[in-house]
């Protein structure tokens, strides 16, 4: 940058003592103007065209006075400093923090641009949420965590140090499930708690990985994590005996598949897991294929959308690459079970309607701020967004966005990120909170409707029974406060009004109260925000879609 000063020290002072002079007149978008980055944070220097905006502006024509050219000496000066002050600095904090004009109009070319920025994005890679459920000790995290071994997502160090701690701890075999099971305790007594997130790749896709609890003990946690999934995993345990245990009454394979069926999950791919242990049995493989068939069908599931693959996690069969044994080749010819993941279809995202995201986790920032991580369920969200919190109804300001622990400047539907917030306290975010566009705002109530299908129950359904709703991340005590009407499963027409009771199997239209208000969304306008579940005493005991919001 070359800068045309006077020669004379005289005008030299003149012109230092008119910059300071100037640096307190002219406004601070002045200073954000040249702080670095001239053009494009988008704002004008007052008494200049925008051609003189850029690097023209900070070259002053000869034939200019000082008193004509104060402006742009003012600038020049400010531009020229090798080490920038600490106004500069302040300028450029408040610049990142707060969304400029110029963010504003990027955000309606955006909008238009969202879908095919979203094809660029991962080089043309569709993304896919991923959940792995099934019966507790089916295998589901050694299954995973071989998956991503092979695949290279964990490197040999990292594998050779877990398998000689589980070898100390004397759970050798638990080795490959320590890539997913992070936590002491998890490691410990063995068992997934909480749900683990991680990211692969393949061919086609661009997955994200939620590895649920199996055990009946942390159901809560795995609705949490079928409510983000587009597509599921079911892990079933092929030896004898276990599959049986799983798959009967109180069992979690069929609560499991219930649930995320009722969550929306309509593809499926059954992992029939621990094969190797009946030396790969076809006539084992297709019993356990007959006996879920049938239930998955009954639970809500196309034939066409369901596939089975025998597999083994611990010895890492037929997961990347088709299995060489001769005792599967013989009779199984399908595909492994990457190549099944990869061929799942990719959900249409609702990136065209007003932004929502479901709160899954609330820590503190290193800097100023907090972070929340969740879904985005709806829309899409920039760097320098104004977002509003429901049911707290605040408002704050997006500072950072990362996705896959990447910092990235906006996200869409689909996507779990990690937001960065400021202009709001920490204590008023909880759990299953939502934040959405302020100027379409989530509804918040206590009381609404809903159409309701019953599981299996042994006692029935009456006016004021207690349950617990579990919405998204949220689980709320709720009573059931009126009976409205029984329908037909298949039309949904009203088969009977005011009904006394409700049993197992029925299909029906009932209110809810709920001792806290939550914030949700009719079905018909957000299906994602729309779903729920009813538990009691330990067991999920219907599934719901919510039809009016009441107050």
Request: hydrophobic share 35%.
């Amino acid at each position: 940058m070359y800068l045309c000063f006077s020669p004379l020290p005289p005008g030299k002072n003149r012109d230092s003592q008119t910059t300071r002079i100037e640096s307190d007149v002219v406004p601070k978008v002045t200073k954000m103007t040249v702080s670095g980055k001239k053009q494009s944070t988008g704002f004008e220097v007052p008494g200049l065209n925008a051609e003189e905006n850029g690097h023209n502006a900070l070259m002053p024509q000869k034939g200019l006075s000082a008193g004509d050219g104060s402006v742009s000496l003012g600038i020049t000066e400010v531009a020229s400093k090798p080490a920038p002050s600490s106004q500069t600095i302040e300028a450029l904090e408040e610049q990142t923090a707060a969304p400029t004009p110029m963010k504003k109009s990027g955000k309606a070319k955006q909008q238009i641009d969202v879908k095919a920025e979203l094809e660029k994005r991962q080089g043309g890679k569709h993304l896919l949420n991923l959940v792995v459920i099934g019966h507790v000790d089916a295998g589901k995290s050694t299954l995973m965590g071989h998956l991503l071994y092979l695949l290279g997502n964990v490197n040999k160090r990292t594998m050779h140090k877990y398998e000689q701690e589980s070898k100390k701890a004397g759970k050798a075999s638990f080795a490959y499930a320590w890539v997913l099971d992070e936590t002491g305790e998890e490691r410990e007594r063995g068992v997934t708690m909480d749900v683990g997130m991680t990211k692969f790749e393949t061919q086609t896709k661009v997955i994200t990985l939620m590895d649920a609890p199996g055990h009946k003990d942390f159901i809560p946690n795995m609705i949490t994590g079928a409510a983000q999934a587009d597509v599921a995993i079911l892990v079933v345990d092929a030896s004898r005996g276990e599959f049986e245990a799983g798959f009967e009454t109180g069992g979690q394979t069929r609560e499991h598949g219930l649930l995320v069926r009722s969550l929306g999950v309509t593809q499926l791919a059954v992992a029939i897991n621990k094969m190797d242990q009946v030396n790969w049995n076809q006539e084992r493989f297709l019993e356990i294929v007959g006996k879920l068939g049938q239930f998955l069908k009954q639970a809500g599931f196309k034939e066409s959308d369901v596939a089975y693959i025998p597999t083994s996690g611990l010895g890492g069969e037929n997961l990347v690459t088709k299995c060489q044994s001769s005792e599967l080749t013989k009779w199984y010819e399908g595909k492994c079970l990457l190549e099944q993941i990869d061929s799942f279809k990719p959900p249409q995202r609702s990136v065209d309607k007003p932004f929502r995201l479901c709160v899954s986790d609330v820590f503190k920032d290193q800097g100023s701020g907090f972070c929340v991580t969740g879904k985005i369920e709806a829309g899409y969200v920039q760097v320098g967004d104004r977002l509003l919190a429901m049911p707290p109804n605040e408002t704050c300001t997006v500072k950072g966005i990362g996705l896959h622990d990447e910092p990235v400047d906006w996200a869409a539907a689909g996507d779990h990120v990690s937001l960065t917030l400021t202009g709001m306290d920490i204590i008023k975010i909880n759990v299953g909170y939502i934040f959405c566009c302020p100027k379409v705002p989530v509804k918040v109530c206590t009381r609404f409707r809903a159409r309701v299908l019953i599981f299996n129950i042994e006692i029935p359904i009456t006016k004021g029974f207690p349950v617990l709703l579990h919405y998204q991340a949220v689980s709320e005590p709720a009573t059931i406060r009126r009976l409205l009407s029984v329908l037909h499963k298949s039309t949904g027409e009203v088969t009977k009004k005011k009904p006394k009771c409700l049993a197992k199997g029925q299909n029906a239209l009932i209110e809810l109260q709920t001792q806290r208000p939550i914030a949700l969304e009719l079905y018909k306008d957000f299906k994602e925000l729309g779903r729920f579940m009813l538990r009691y005493s330990g067991s999920t005991i219907a599934a719901g879609v919510v039809t009016e919001i009441k107050e």
